[in-house]
């Protein structure tokens, strides 16, 4: 084998209003925020799951419990940096991430470039590692509905 191995991640957020809305390490103006035990970033938690998966290290949940009260509200790029440390420390390194939001609104478009930005500072990647796309459902759903977001992520990395 050639040291190269890929994971997938996937996760959902309920949305309410009085919640803030932190996607992809940014917070977003909406009505409505992400409902979660940390900051409910939707997108960096399928970054860890997608990295986690792919190093055979199990899942966020498994590393940041829901139940641990440390972990209550912590900014989610924290984690992410926890996260690479310990595929890095395994000897992995990131070849590239590819992620999807799910959201009917607000639109992501116009955010991407400063979540992509703010992604390779934590991850300490160069930004053309870190694809982010958007999508709506075509207000079909619990997406279309405004009730969550959700968001999928592959990742490649490599044996150094």
């Known amino acids: ?22 996607l992809g390490g940014i917070k977003l103006e909406h009505v409505k925020g992400a409902v979660g035990h940390s900051d409910a970033d939707v ?9 986690l998966g792919a190093a055979n290290m199990r ?15 912590i900014d989610s790029k924290i984690l992410l940096k926890d996260v690479m440390k310990l595929i890095r420390d395994e000897g992995y390194e990131v070849g590239n991430i590819d992620i999807t939001v799910c959201l009917q609104v607000p639109k992501v478009n116009p955010h991407i470039p400063g ?42 990395i490599y044996k150094v």
Request: proline fraction near 2%.
């Open 1 to 22: 084998m050639n040291g190269f191995r890929v994971g997938f991640g996937y996760d959902v957020h309920q949305l309410k209003e009085g919640y803030d809305f932190w």
């Open 43 to 51: 997108l960096i938690h399928v970054i860890c799951d997608a990295l």
């Open 115 to 156: 979540m992509k930005t703010c992604l390779a500072e934590v991850m300490s990647l160069p930004e053309s590692s870190i694809s982010v796309k958007a999508t709506t459902t075509e207000w079909l759903g619990f997406v279309g509905r405004e009730e969550g977001v959700s968001a999928y992520c592959v990742a490649l």
């Open 59 to 73: 899942d966020i949940g498994y590393h940041f419990s829901d139940k641990d009260p440390k972990y209550k509200g």
